[in-house]
């Protein structure tokens, strides 16, 4: 079907920054929106930036002014630029998209993917 493979977590100190991408691959047609999601240790997942195809963008609270979420059509990537990260940023983050993609056997049908998961760890 469609398939999401993330990069980009690691370890960084507080004030530092990350970039996660997520890149989209199989028989897409198009993308409606794609979408960060974090779930931090021992909490529920969270959305934390979506982006649709026409470029409007939403945030979280905690997150305006200091994450960016872009995108490039071309490669169906997404991306999460993290500046002035702080310890409550620490979590797996996770990458969403839906839009269509064509079956030979099916013809057109809607998707809704997830990748595997990266980890953000921010240290004090």
């Known amino acids: 079907q469609v398939q999401l493979v993330e990069s980009g977590g690691g370890l960084v100190q507080t004030g530092g920054s990350l970039r996660l991408s997520c890149a989209a691959s199989?028989?897409?047609?198009?993308?409606?929106?794609m979408t960060w999601y974090r779930q931090p240790p021992g909490k529920q997942r969270e959305l934390v930036a979506a982006?649709?195809?026409?470029?409007?963008?939403n945030y979280a609270d905690s997150v305006k002014g200091r994450f960016t979420i872009s995108r490039d059509g071309a490669k169906n990537t997404v991306y999460l630029q993290m500046d002035s990260l702080k310890p409550e940023d620490t979590a797996v983050y996770y990458c969403?998209?839906?839009?269509?993609?064509?079956?030979?056997?099916?013809?057109?049908?809607?998707?809704?993917?997830w990748g595997q998961g990266t980890q953000v760890t921010v240290s004090s």
């Open positions: 199989g028989r897409i047609r198009t993308i409606n929106a």
């Open positions: 969403n998209t839906a839009g269509t993609y064509w079956s030979p056997y099916r013809g057109d049908r809607g998707f809704d993917s």
């Open positions: 982006i649709t195809s026409g470029d409007a963008t």
